[in-house]
């Protein structure tokens, strides 16, 4: 251990992108160190904190594990893979982009289903007729089985889909889905309408700290300077 | 989790061969069911909840398959592996393993390998007496393996009386069966409640009043057609599996929920008054019956199945002294029907009962079965008992 404090920045694209322009926003100006394309950085104000390039929900992996001490990632993809979040990772600050809904949507023509109560009453009698529960597509299985035994469905079954989920239930492969959406235009695009109580979580990207990192006073006094530049 | 000690392997080795002792000695036929199940039918059985703690895995086939998370759907489905012969009544004991993800982490008194040891008697003609049985027999088996009778802490539900109770309320049919499926879930449940004592806008999920009024004016018959032509006037495209016959029957429910009376608060008290109830087990017949009285309800039929059910334990030699009836109990297993019971041990915790068990008789059907068949079964958690033995996990 080196006892160096690794804060994981999201590796590309509009997340990168955006990530650093509010680091720097709050005092903190991002660069990488090697190469151009090298997955290591550091910020000019505060060279003892070694920056770590990875993609987006593999910092929520590595926040849980605790192989790195912060990171900015999408509250999607923390609540998604850390069923204990609170007990595992601390939501340091907001940072106000990424933002994406996770939401549940049927298709439109189903002008019966309005609700969650509603998806719930037609589900009995959907079985009755196709012999088989309705069938939900989505990446966030976790977040689905959450939010749908709070709300107390349980006859239906997840499909696990990595891409193009909203094109699912026009395929056939599924009766409706649980996905994230900014604007709406891609579920509209697909038929589809997000349940009038369908919002199961407002995402945005966040500032977090792994409590399951390796502490000790040094890295302790780098957090509290990163905290301070967000909080202060 | 680390492999288990050898030691630990033998005791529960020896421990099993007494259980499976008692159960084959009661006429139970011992089977072993496979370990590794088609993911379809099993986890369409059971539900999503049991699913999202089961281990599912795809074979170089691309077949979805798991492992099972109890015996009993494997027990059912080789029951009907057997063809003809399913329609005749049979009596199962296993002992094997059963593999569950455990989201907190896996520990001594909640491990993702366990072995259950357990009985299941499919096609029972006598339902009391099949009910009855398995307990006593369970009582037997934790009995032979080393627990004192007297520490054993019964604990007892019945689903059925709540169906009864639900029954026996006047409302709409789509509440009854919205509230009966929503009793797994208490805080669902609650909220359900709620939401059918408010007013018909606060029930919420109003069709436009246009079509409304003309699904109300046309013949049953003509109704498929109204929603086409709504769906074609709004343009709405049609697509997967859900048909418009399937919305007309949706719709007609929500008319009809929408002209119904809210349910009385007196009604949803009554039903939190029930599974409310927590009393010594020869108490209960009598608080449930005075609870239905004052709302003007009958369950003198259930209730003396319940006390018949009573009698044939006590005469099988229970000691009903510290058995418990709880009106909640039975929420959380989510496959049961009618009674319900589970077995506590000193020196576990409450949580984690020794064994546990009941009537389950819409699971052969999910299971695969063409017609329904009655089914009574309960299991052993053996290391859990194993502990409770050596003198509880610490």
């Not at chain 2, 084959?24 to 590794?36: K, L, N, S």
């Not at chain 2, 599912?56 to 492992?67: I, K, P, R, S, Y």
């Not at chain 2, 366990?114 to 499919?122: P, V």
Request: glycine content about 8%; charged content about 20%.
């Amino acid at each position: 251990m080196t006892g160096k404090l690794v804060f994981a920045v999201p590796s590309k694209g509009r997340l990168m992108e955006d990530t650093t322009k509010v680091l720097a926003q709050h005092g903190l100006t991002l660069r990488k160190t090697g190469h151009a394309r090298g997955y290591r950085g550091s910020f000019d104000e505060l060279p003892e904190i070694e920056v770590a390039f990875v993609s987006a929900s593999e910092i929520a992996a590595q926040l849980k594990s605790g192989a790195v001490h912060l990171g900015v990632t999408g509250e999607d993809l923390i609540r998604e893979q850390i069923p204990d979040a609170e007990a595992r990772v601390n939501f340091i600050a907001a940072l106000g982009f990424g933002h994406a809904d996770v939401v549940a949507a049927v298709p439109d023509f189903w002008i019966d289903v309005r609700t969650m109560a509603d998806l719930d009453a037609i589900s009995g009698p959907f079985r009755r007729t196709h012999r088989r529960s309705l069938r939900v597509a989505t990446k966030y299985l976790n977040l689905t089985r959450r939010f749908f035994a709070d709300r107390g469905l349980t006859d239906y079954r997840i499909v696990e889909s990595l891409g193009a989920t909203e094109g699912t239930p026009a395929a056939g492969t599924a009766d409706l889905i649980v996905d994230i959406t900014s604007s709406g235009e891609t579920l509209r695009a697909n038929a589809l309408r997000i349940l009038d109580d369908g919002v199961m979580l407002r995402s945005q990207a966040n500032l977090v700290v792994s409590q399951a990192a390796s502490w000790g006073a040094a890295t302790r006094a780098l957090e509290a300077e990163v905290r301070r530049r967000f909080q202060g | 989790m680390s492999a288990e000690p050898v030691r630990q392997f033998a005791n529960l080795e020896a421990q099993a061969q007494r259980i499976m002792g008692v159960f084959t000695h009661a006429g139970y036929e011992a089977v072993a069911p496979a370990i590794i199940q088609p993911a379809e039918v099993f986890l369409d059985a059971v539900g999503e909840a049991l699913r999202a703690r089961t281990y599912v895995f795809t074979d170089q086939n691309g077949a979805e398959l798991c492992l099972r998370p109890d015996l009993t759907v494997p027990t059912c489905r080789l029951h009907l592996a057997r063809g003809s012969q399913a329609q005749l009544p049979a009596r199962y004991c296993y002992n094997g393993p059963a593999f569950r993800f455990q989201a907190a982490g896996a520990d001594l008194a909640h491990p993702r390998e366990f072995r259950q040891a357990g009985i299941e008697a499919f096609g029972a003609p006598d339902a009391v007496q099949a009910e009855a049985e398995t307990l006593a027999i369970m009582v037997d088996a934790l009995s032979a393996a080393g627990l004192d009778r007297k520490q054993l802490h019964l604990k007892f539900g019945d689903l059925y009386l709540m169906r009864a109770l639900l029954n026996a309320v006047d409302m709409p049919a789509s509440w009854r069966s919205r509230l009966k499926a929503k009793f797994w879930r208490p805080s669902a449940f609650r909220a359900e409640l709620k939401r059918l004592t408010g007013d018909a806008a606060s029930r919420g999920s109003m069709l436009p009043p246009a079509l409304i009024e003309a699904l109300a004016k046309a013949a049953p018959e003509d109704q498929d057609a109204v929603i086409s032509a709504h769906l074609e006037g709004a343009r709405l495209e049609t697509f997967g599996a859900r048909s418009i016959a399937e919305i007309t029957e949706h719709a007609r429910v929500l008319m009809d929920e929408a002209r119904a009376a809210p349910l009385p608060a007196a009604t949803a008290a009554l039903m939190e008054a029930y599974v409310a109830i927590e009393v010594p087990c020869r108490e209960a017949s009598g608080k449930i019956a005075a609870i239905a009285a004052s709302a003007g309800i009958d369950l003198a039929r259930p209730l003396e199945r319940f006390d018949a059910r009573l009698e044939r334990f006590a005469a099988l030699g229970l000691d009903l002294n510290a058995a418990t009836f709880s009106g909640d109990f039975g929420r959380s297993l989510e496959y049961y029907t009618g009674f319900v019971f589970a077995i506590a041990a000193p020196g576990l915790p409450q949580l984690s009962p020794v064994a546990g068990g009941g009537r389950y008789n819409g699971l052969m059907r999910l299971s695969g079965s063409p017609v329904d068949i009655p089914a009574v079964g309960a299991a052993i958690h053996t290391e859990r008992l194993l502990a409770a033995i050596d003198g509880g996990v610490s």
